[in-house]
C-alpha cells in the first residue's frame, strides 16, 4: 500500500510565500510523474504543475513564473514553492504521484492521491 502525506499549508498575507510538502511512503519501486492540483470552494480540481521523473515541468498559466515545483526521487518527494501568493491562490492542495509498486508478477503502475492541505492568502 501507498500513503502520500502532504505538509505546509496555512494561511499567509497576499505577497507572501508558502512552500508545500508530499511524500510518498510504502511498497514503492520508483515514482513517475508528480503533480499539484487545488481545488478552491465551488470550483472543480484544477492542476498547478507537474514533473515528470526526469524532472521535465509543466505549469498552469496561473502558476507560471511564481510557483515551482521540484522532487527529490531519493525520497519520494514532491516540493511546491508558491511565492507572490494572491487571495485567488486560496484553495485546498492535493499532491498526485504515480508509483510503481511491486506484484507476484513484476509490478505495476498506482495513481495515488494526497489528502489535501489547505492554503488560505488573506488580502
Known amino acids: 500500500q501507498v500513503q502520500l502525506v502532504e505538509s505546509g499549508g496555512g494561511l499567509v498575507q497576499a505577497g507572501g510565500s508558502l512552500r508545500l510538502s508530499c511524500a510518498a511512503s510504502?511498497?514503492?519501486?520508483?515514482?513517475?510523474?508528480m503533480a499539484w492540483y487545488r481545488q478552491a470552494p465551488g470550483k472543480q480540481r484544477d492542476l498547478v504543475a507537474s514533473?515528470?521523473?526526469?524532472?521535465?515541468?509543466k505549469y498552469a498559466d496561473s502558476a507560471k513564473g511564481r510557483f515551482t515545483i521540484s522532487r527529490d526521487n531519493a525520497k519520494n518527494t514532491v516540493y511546491l514553492e508558491a511565492s507572490s501568493l494572491k487571495p485567488e491562490d486560496t484553495a485546498v492542495y492535493y499532491c498526485?504521484?504515480?508509483?510503481?509498486?511491486?506484484?507476484?508478477?513484476?509490478?505495476?503502475?498506482?495513481?495515488?492521491w494526497g489528502q489535501g492541505t489547505l492554503v488560505t492568502v488573506s488580502s
Open positions: 498526485r504521484v504515480d508509483v510503481l509498486t511491486p506484484t507476484i508478477t513484476g509490478g505495476r503502475y498506482l495513481e495515488v
Open positions: 510504502g511498497s514503492i519501486i520508483s515514482s513517475n510523474a
Open positions: 514533473i515528470t521523473s526526469g524532472g521535465s515541468t
